[in-house]
């Protein structure tokens, strides 16, 4: 069993800054791809940003320029530092990622989410 779960989110003003994390916790024996979702009320769930286990990143084109993705691959954690924040920028954020099991199956899982909430 593997469990994702996310940390960081809150309240903040418009023009600032909140750093995600997703840390991975369970028997596995790697994580490939990383990526951070969020969801808006009343929209979809879109993809924010990916890195691979090699560490190339891809970013929504809203958030670049203003949010990084990083990885620890030692600490099994995900981050997302976010910086200029934006009333746009409310949502869900969710951690998504890809194990090697300890049976050397690939799996997906979630992570519950974290609310960020940019006030104007």
């Known amino acids: 069993q593997v469990q994702l779960v996310e940390s960081g989110g809150g309240l903040v003003q418009a023009g600032g800054s909140l750093r995600l994390s997703c840390a991975a916790s369970?028997?596995?024996?790697?994580?490939?791809?990383m990526e951070w979702y969020r969801q808006a009320p009343g929209e979809q769930r879109e993809l924010v940003a990916t890195i691979t286990s090699g560490g190339s990143t891809a970013y929504l084109d809203s958030a670049k320029g203003r949010f990084t993705i990083s990885r620890d691959n030692a600490k099994n954690t995900m981050y997302l530092q976010m910086n200029s924040l934006k009333p746009e920028d409310t949502a869900v954020y969710s951690c998504?990622?890809?194990?090697?099991?300890?049976?050397?199956?690939?799996?997906?899982?979630w992570g519950r989410g974290t609310q960020v909430t940019v006030t104007s």
């Open positions: 369970g028997n596995f024996f790697g994580i490939n791809v």
């Open positions: 998504y990622a890809e194990v090697t099991t300890a049976a050397m199956r690939s799996l997906a899982y």
